[in-house]
């Protein structure tokens, strides 16, 4: 299933390749433009160009690369902070890594917790459908 946020990625990158292949049928960029839906100075902008896909953007860095957000992900779905207490919160969590270093070897906030969490469509704050992970190696996989 496509996630809604790569859909206007997916849809240019679709009229980007119709242009492409129009082109190389030797239409007009009016004709081009007509039939995609777009403008003449974007026909033209992807002949010149010749390729389809973005280029990289530039941006911030990934402060926790693949290791740590599994470490992360492990210790928040593997552990209880308490005996009888059924789940984390993440105010919790983050004060608690911050105090044990050792887990993560890193200082997480609230807010990134919350952000890897989704990212992996995660959501332990609904118990109901939240699967623990009970194996041990998770993190090292």
Known sequence: MLKQDNLPSIIRAYKRNLIQ?????????????????????????WQKRGDIYDMPRSGRPVTFDDKARS????????????????????RFASRYLDSHPEITGLSISKTSIHRILSENDLKPHRSRY???????????K
């Open 21 to 45: 292949q129009l082109s190389n049928e030797d239409q007009g960029k009016c004709s081009i433009s007509r039939q995609v839906d777009c403008h003449v100075s974007t026909v033209d902008r």
């Open 71 to 90: 470490l992360l992900i492990g210790f928040y779905c593997q552990t209880r902070p308490f005996c009888d207490s059924g789940r984390w919160t993440i």
């Open 130 to 140: 939240f699967l623990h992970i009970s194996d041990p190696d998770f993190s090292l």
